[in-house]
């Protein structure tokens, strides 16, 4: 016996070493694929369009190689309007002087500019496609023969015992398994259990609650899968565990030692019967596959004999035809195989809707108030009312607002009901009179209409809706009634109060009343409030079924609404409540919004849609005052100007210039001058049953009260332009009242008294001031009276008389609400600096980059609602302003602070919004100046490169997707408007211009592959975005510049870059190859080649040649990056397969290329990719299946091909040889080679990618390690690898196709063969029980679900015992599309195994069709006579007549009747013409 070598000394058995070398070499080939590819310079793409104009024209397939003419477009949207007109009023523009104001006015007029990408549609992943629906309506149910052979088992099963098969019975104790309990805390249940053979010669371990079986099993084992039994008595006295095929293991405990050694021998036994037997049918299958050679060979010699002399050639057309028929039989009903994809099926692709929309209001919580009825207890009838109901003797008004508690402040503005009758109302006014602008009866001129409304219609409005942004329990409606002025609130209120004789009592009230309201009829008193919750909870859910609390008696000390706050507090505490109640009942109700609400007004009275002219019963919205809060602003789209003011107190206990001060009405009115002659101006919107505007407002009057408080509102629609001059003026009148005894009033002239006036200027350095003041009161008005304050006039002679020495007496409070005016310094400055320099006025160096630098301190709320008009002033400073370097960089570093704020508060939807809608590129006012997209690209490259600001830096990179879509816009805008985009794409922009994207290529490309774990987010972010930006450059400039960024980028990563970088640079290439005309960008067409290569070649590019990455440049990126990927560790790999994958079901459903021709030719465009399939066929099959000659022994079977396949459980495993070997490599880890159920992975790593830092996934030093991961590939990237390849073989033509198997070599060919069985074998449909054991398997992983059932296998025949072994090493885990969760219906089992079904038939039906082309091309006779040499090695006879019938037979359990019958016609068709 010849001396053992010393290199297989340390052999654990000789003869392994060829297959150690092996893998030491495939490691060694590892290392070297990782070394930095060369880079390819793509095509002239322009170029070639041109040259190749002719042949792109007459190509009938020009569709893929020519961009449609139109691609890009800018289209006008007019403004969705809630309102029936616009709001902005005719002539605002004109009337508006201050530059920001004319900018909102600009902005809420112009309508929507888009610019319109026809086949956007298309740009982005297979899920964005516009089609329907991924998935077919209606998916086929194929009969399978495993699903019959488990019903069949199910009842031999539940006969067993019955048949008297029991071998072993007695109690066990056995371990409950939870994926939350250790192995050491296992908790142990006794069970009776019988051990018992099945028909089959199976056996099965049953365990019921005792010892009556009839019961219902508490668990079954099926021995069959059972690999070893061995004591534990770590775990247990007298315990042991049976170790099973999937790694799992069951833990059983006899009672004594002795019944323990009785079950280990008898299960010891059964496992050696099951090896025994799985050893004959493997020696069988390899005798029977041996005969098979032997007669094949003959056969093949007898047939090839005969076929040379054959006179009978209808046989072959009978051949043929019959061929051609079961081709066409097998085109009906096919389905596309990506239909059943878990990624597809798992989520719903249909009815996806754009994100970005165009600014609109907010939508609030919004609810309807009807007012119905106000009555208290002294009813009587009211002048000609004699016939009617009994009402209200005298009138009451009531006010609405919204309070809440929870923030303490008012939320909404008031709404303001009149709900007395007709004859009521005719006490203020005379019988014959009606109410006109200021109180005054008016003749018969002509009723004025406001926004296309009749004024009338407006007086009496009974519904308003409020909206709440922010809905909680403790708001409150507020109801305040007020009545005419006549005394005491306590005197007024006692008859209401203390009614003994209800007549008598309502007749002497409504007598008083009645002389009260002639002479007092405009002055208000308080009288009474009530109160009521709106909502339930923090959704919005309304109250409906709410009421309003008791009127109570309206305080005279506490009027103010920080005292309504306070009792409104004390509200759920009636205990600690004690005030005085009013009896009485107001009916008023809450409800939601109705859908179809019509003759609805907004608080500025423009109507709303739908609304019917001449409509009477209006709804008005009430404004809401919307928390000052980041998070409740949105960008303005309506225009709205009101300001709201609020007299809060006036103390005058201390003045001494006016005798009698008591009774105190307070009359605002707003002004616009301050002269003599100067009048109050018709904007102050007034109460029910006057005039809709009028020049005056009153407050409420408190009785006797030298320091009285108010509650009143009184709103103001603010002129467009504003001027120094505006204020509003204040009044104050002694109201004199007393009643005369001889019931005759009092002359009106001797009613009021002025006791004092006040003012406020609107504007304080070019701003509307809004915070609280102290003003001071002066006893007369004389003119000029703005010019004036307490220091000026005792310097000067003016003749003016301050009370109490002009001490601030009167506390005020004023609230904006405007959509045109901002309260913000900064941003004002900004706008009065820009407009100065539009007038023409000499500028200040360096004063315009110092207002630029404020707005950095701008309010964020601020910035936001008005951020279309912001920041478009910010991009005409940009091209328009002074000639200063520093001005765009500034410019920019504001828009950078706006974008990162918007990001920081979560509204960077807004940004998205106005790029879409908003921005327009402007045309600079200077000759020379430059584009936005010139400017804005030279400005971040400045920034990018400044090395002192990290934070901008780092910012511009974060959120550099806003820049990219501006400039992309822009440039867009510029081609249309400018007609450049006739022109060649060369032509477009200057060549300074392609230079300065470069340079910001390149100044991009540091801060990505070398700051990257610096600033993770920041260089992932710009990756993404410089991709998308790229993508868009294809349709508006030169394609083959952009090749040429793409390449530049791509060149700056590396093989050996930690994995975060490999991610950057497929996410990047992912974002690339979705470009909507990706087909056209990879010219899938003809390239002309010397005449010698031409014939030997006949122009396929079938492999990753240089020649192949420049014509067809982006899919030759991609597999060049893929084929490196694949070398990598699970992430990338993963990463990489996803995006081909994707890809390809883009084009799979992609509505515009599915004519078959044009699959052909996008499916030829991936020829390349089978050849990456090949390049890794031992990572697709394994080697024992490769059938090589020099390493496969004459003894390999199915049996070894099928025990080959990686368990998907352990991803990062690898099933090797029965030999067990240990190879040392330089990194210093070791792989350990094991036996059949072992796995190839490095000594010390678990292999699983899932564990964060463990196998795979760890990088030594950051770096990928420079012996390549070789290892196999786990189930999902096989099926996805697979799934691709089957698309391909399926799509491309036959022409193709046999060209390229004329191409390759033998090798090859057999390889591609071998391919399609592994996918016969991957693909296999294994039926609804394992299915159903799959995920219930899944399911104790992750939730610790009962796993008794995962233990049934799917065969119970012995013909399929190998298969049912095999099912623990293929789950179908990672193609399940179930919804994982411990509910897992019957109906989502039968689902996935629908799925399943269609899958394995398609697949089948796919192979099937490619088999019988390639036995129709490459006839025996053909065959032999150019691969004689290689038909006499024996292993290369066994894989053809394997393909051609054992595998046929070995996947005929998994494949349904309908494969199986196509198969056996297509197999007895193969063997006729053999």
């Known amino acids: 016996m010849a001396e053992v070598r010393k290199f297989t000394k340390r052999l654990s058995k000789p003869g392994t070493a060829a297959e150690l070398r ?74 508006a002087q201050s530059l920001f104001v004319k900018e909102c006015i600009k902005t809420y007029s112009t309508d929507w500019h888009v610019v319109n990408y026809k086949y956007e549609d298309f740009s982005g992943d297979f899920r964005m496609l516009p089609c329907k629906s991924l ?85 079954c084992i099926y021995l069959d899968a059972c690999i070893d039994v061995v004591q534990c008595p770590k775990m247990r006295r007298h315990a042991f565990e049976l170790k099973m095929l999937d790694k799992y293991s069951h833990y059983l405990a006899a009672e004594t030692e002795q019944e323990m050694e009785e079950w280990l021998i008898t299960l010891k036994k059964i496992i050696q019967i099951n090896t025994d037997s799985l050893v004959q049918e493997k020696k069988e299958t390899v005798e029977t596959a041996q005969d098979d050679e032997t007669s094949s060979q003959g056969k093949a010699e007898n047939i090839m004999a005969s076929l040379e002399r054959s006179m009978h050639p209808e046989l072959m057309k009978y051949g043929r035809e019959t061929e051609q028929l079961n081709k066409l039989s097998r085109g009906d009903g096919r389905q596309n195989l990506f239909s059943f994809d878990s990624e597809v099926q798992r989520l719903d692709f249909s009815g996806i809707e754009p994100d970005i929309k165009p600014f609109e209001e907010k939508c609030n919580k919004r609810f309807q108030v009807n007012c119905h009825d106000l009555t208290f207890n002294v009813l009587g009838q009211v002048g000609d009312n004699a016939k009617g109901p009994p009402t209200n003797v005298e009138p009451f008004f009531i006010s609405l607002a919204l309070f809440d508690i929870k923030n303490n402040c008012k939320i909404s503005a008031d709404f303001h009901i009149d709900l007395n009758p007709p004859s009521v109302r005719e006490m203020l006014w005379g019988a014959s009179t009606q109410p006109a602008s200021d109180g005054n009866a008016k003749g018969s001129s002509p009723e004025s209409v406001i926004h296309g409304i009749a004024e009338s219609h407006l007086r009496y409005i009974k519904q308003g809706i409020f909206s709440v942004t922010n809905p909680h329990p403790e708001i409150f409606l507020v109801a305040r009634i007020e009545k005419v002025l006549q005394g005491n609130i306590t005197h007024c209120a006692e008859p209401y109060i203390k009614n003994s004789d209800p007549t008598k009592t309502a007749q002497k009230v409504y007598r008083t009343a009645k002389q009260v309201c002639s002479r007092l009829g405009q002055y208000r008193m308080p ?54 109640i009013i009896p009485g009942q107001l009916n008023i109700t809450v409800e939601c919004v109705p859908v179809d609400l019509s003759n609805c007004i907004t608080s500025s009275y423009v109507p709303l849609k739908p609304f019917e002219k001449n409509c009477q019963n209006i709804t008005v919205e009430v404004e809401e005052f919307v928390p000052e809060m980041t998070k409740y602003c949105y960008p303005f789209t309506i225009y709205r100007n009101h300001l709201y003011v609020y007299p809060l107190q006036l103390k005058y206990d201390s003045q001494k210039t006016f005798a009698k001060a008591r009774n105190i009405a307070v009359c605002m009115e707003f002004r616009d001058s301050d002269e003599s ?22 407050a409420v009057v408190s009785h006797h009260n030298q320091n009285p408080e108010f509650y009143d509102e009184v709103k103001i629609e603010l002129p467009i332009h504003l001027h120094q001059k505006h204020h509003v003026l204040f009044t104050f009148y002694h109201v004199s009242c007393e009643i005369s005894t001889k019931g005759t009033t009092k002359k009106q002239d001797t009613v009021e008294t002025p006791v004092g006036f006040a003012w406020f200027p609107l504007l304080k350095d070019g701003r509307i001031i809004t915070f609280e003041q102290q003003l001071p009161v002066s006893a007369n008005l004389p003119p000029g009276y703005l010019n004036l304050n307490d220091g000026e006039s005792r310097r000067s002679n003016v003749d003016i008389k301050w009370v109490d020495g002009a001490k601030p007496l009167l506390k005020i409070k004023s609230h904006l609400e405007s959509t045109i005016y901002t309260q913000d310094l900064h941003v004002h400055k900004f706008f009065h600096h820009c407009q100065l320099v539009q007038s023409g006025w000499k500028e200040v160096p360096g004063e315009l980059i110092k207002y630029l630098k404020c707005l950095h301190a701008m309010e964020i709320q601020v910035m936001i609602q008005f951020l279309p008009v912001i920041l478009m002033q910010l991009f005409r400073v940009l091209t328009n302003m002074t000639p200063e370097d520093d001005v765009p960089i500034n410019c920019t570093m504001v828009l950078l602070h706006i974008v990162s704020k918007c990001h920081e508060e979560g509204l960077d939807s807004y940004l998205r919004s106005f790029i879409k809608y908003s921005f327009r590129p402007e045309k600079p006012s200077a000759p020379q100046a430059q584009l936005i997209h010139e400017t804005l690209a030279t400005t971040m490259i400045a920034i990018l490169k400044q090395s002192a600001d990290f934070l901008a830096i780092n910012k511009l990179l974060k959120y550099s997707w806003f820049f990219f879509e501006i400039i992309v816009k822009s440039m867009a805008t510029y081609l249309l408007e400018e007609n450049k985009i006739k022109l060649p794409r060369g032509q477009r922009f200057p060549e300074a211009y392609h230079h300065v994207l470069h340079s910001l290529l390149l100044a991009i490309i540091p801060h990505v592959t070398i700051r990257y774990a610096e600033i993770p987010d920041e260089s992932r972010n710009v990756n993404y975005s410089l991709a998308s930006f790229l993508k868009r450059c294809f349709t508006l400039m030169d394609r083959g510049f952009v090749f040429n960024l793409i390449n530049d980028y791509i060149s700056g990563f590396s093989p050996k870059d930690p994995k975060v970088l490999a991610e950057y640079k497929f996410e990047f290439l992912q974002t690339i190859c979705n470009h909507e005309h990706y087909i056209p960008l990879n010219l899938p067409m003809a390239f002309a080649k010397p005449k010698l290569q031409r014939v030997q070649d006949s122009n396929l590019e079938y492999s990753l040649s240089d020649e192949y990455c420049k014509h067809h440049f982006l899919v030759g990126l991609l597999l060049r990056e893929t084929s490196i990927a694949l070398q990598d560790n699970y992430e990338i790999r993963y990463t990489a397969i996803s995006v081909i994958k994707n890809l390809l079901i883009k084009h799979a459903f992609d509505t515009r290329y599915q004519h078959k021709n044009q699959q052909a030719k996008i499916a030829q465009l991936y020829l390349p990719f089978v050849g990456l399939l090949l390049e890794n066929i031992q990572r697709l099959a394994g080697r024992d299946t490769l059938y090589s000659c020099a390493a496969m022994p004459n003894s390999a079977s199915r049996d070894e091909f099928a025990c080959g396949f990686t368990s998907p459980t352990n991803r990062g495993s690898l099933s090797a040889d029965k030999d067990t070997a240990y190879v040392s490599f330089q990194n210093g880890h070791g792989i350990k080679r094991e036996d059949s159920r072992g796995s190839l992975v490095p000594e010390g790593m678990t292999g699983f990618p899932d564990q964060g830092s463990t196998g795979e996934n760890t990088r030594q030093s950051s770096t990928r390690s420079s012996i390549s991961q070789y290892n196999r590939l786990d189930q999902y990237e096989i099926r996805s690898l697979l799934m691709c390849y089957l698309y391909i073989v399926k799509m491309i033509s036959e022409d193709t196709l046999l060209t390229y198997w004329n191409k390759v070599s033998p090798q090859e060919l057999i390889n591609i063969l071998i391919l399609l069985e592994v996918c016969l074998f991957h693909f296999r449909y294994t039926g609804k029980r394992n299915i159903a054991r799959v995920h219930d398997a899944w399911l104790s992983r992750h939730f610790g679900v009962d796993r008794k059932s995962q233990t049934m296998p799917a065969l119970r025949n012995r013909s399929g015992v190998m298969q049912a072994r095999l099912q623990h090493l293929s789950s179908l885990e990672s193609s399940f599309t179930l919804n994982h969760s411990s509910a897992t219906t019957e109906a989502d089992i039968f689902h996935q195994a629908l799925l399943e079904g269609n899958t394995a038939t398609e697949v089948s039906l796919t192979v099937l069709d490619t088999i019988s082309f390639f036995t129709q091309c490459f006839k025996i006779l053909h065959f032999l006579k150019q691969f004689e040499g290689l038909w006499r090695q024996p292993c290369v006879k066994q894989v053809y007549w394997h393909h051609f019938s054992d595998s046929v037979c070995l996947h005929r359990v998994s494949v349904s009747y309908l494969g199986n019958s196509h198969n056996m016609r297509s197999l007895s068709l193969l063997y006729l013409l053999w």
């Not at 309506?137 to 008297?164: A, M």
């Not at 859910?541 to 305080?555: E, H, V």
């Not at 002659?677 to 009153?698: E, H, M, Q, R």
């Open 135 to 219: 998935r077919p309506e209606k998916i086929p149910n194929h009969v399978f023969e495993i699903d019959e052979d488990c019903e069949k088992d199910e009842d031999s099963s539940s006969l067993c015992s019955q048949k008297g098969g029991v071998i072993r019975q007695g109690w066990l104790h056995k371990a409950n398994v939870n994926s939350t309990i250790t192995v050491t805390m296992k908790v142990f249940k006794r069970r009776y259990f019988y051990l018992t053979q099945l028909p089959d010669g199976s056996y099965i371990l049953n365990s019921y609650k005792d010892e009556k079986n009839s019961k219902e099993s508490k668990g």
């Open 22 to 95: 092996q893998s030491v070499s495939e490691a060694v080939r590892g290392s070297v694929v990782l070394e930095k590819t060369k880079i390819v310079e793509p095509l002239d793409y322009e170029n070639v369009i041109a040259q190749r104009k002719t042949q792109i024209y007459s190509d009938p397939l020009r569709d893929l190689l020519m961009f449609p003419m139109e691609d890009i477009s800018i289209s006008v949207i007019n403004r969705q309007r809630r309102t029936v007109q616009s709001t902005v009023p005719e002539d605002a523009e004109e009337r």
């Open 527 to 580: 009288f009474a409030w009530a109160a009521r919750p709106i909502f339930k909870d923090t959704q919005g859910s309304l109250d409906l079924d709410g009421r309003f609390s008791p009127f109570y008696k309206q305080d005279s000390s506490k009027l103010s609404n920080e005292d309504i706050l306070k009792l409104l507090s004390e509200y759920k505490k009636p205990e600690k409540t004690k005030l005085q």
């Open 677 to 698: 002659d100067g009048g109050p101006l018709k904007c102050i919107y007034g109460k029910p049953a006057g005039s809709v505007f009028t020049t005056n407002a009153y």
